[in-house]
């Protein structure tokens, strides 16, 4: 099983890429359109052309893992945009993305004070 944890560093490819890609393909995506090692432990999000799948490749320290999430019905419409090859995620923005939802919205922050002055 693959844990996301808040200490993890998380790329979203800005750019959509094919989704017959598998693990050696993605790595060397990383590599040469991101500009960034994939044996770091980071965790690299992918999107299809059709906005249908995304793909999450990180590698753990004896391997890769790849994941893939297909929607049954629409589209992951809200996808980072930049000028650079990927965009910084933290872990709860990614759990939001995972929900097909818009990772940039403000949502209830991290920590707040319950109660008291």
């Known amino acids: 099983m693959l844990q996301i944890t808040p200490q993890m560093r998380v790329l979203v490819a ?8 598998g693990i050696d ?11 960034a090692d994939p044996f770091s432990g980071c965790v690299f999000v992918f999107r299809n052309r ?3 799948t995304i793909k999450v490749l990180v590698y753990d320290g004896q391997g890769f893992w790849l994941a893939q999430k297909r929607l049954s019905q629409g ?6 945009s930049g000028e650079g090859g ?4 933290l ?8 929900a097909a939802g818009d990772p ?7 920590w707040r004070r319950v109660g008291g002055a």
């Open 14 to 21: 800005v750019e959509s890429i094919d989704g017959r890609k």
């Open 25 to 35: 393909s993605l790595a060397a995506f990383c590599r040469q359109k991101l500009g």
């Open 50 to 52: 059709s906005g249908t």
């Open 75 to 80: 589209r992951f419409r809200t996808w980072p």
């Open 86 to 89: 990927a965009e910084p995620l």
């Open 91 to 98: 872990a709860h923005q990614l759990q939001v993305l995972f």
């Open 104 to 110: 940039s919205v403000a949502g209830a922050p991290v």
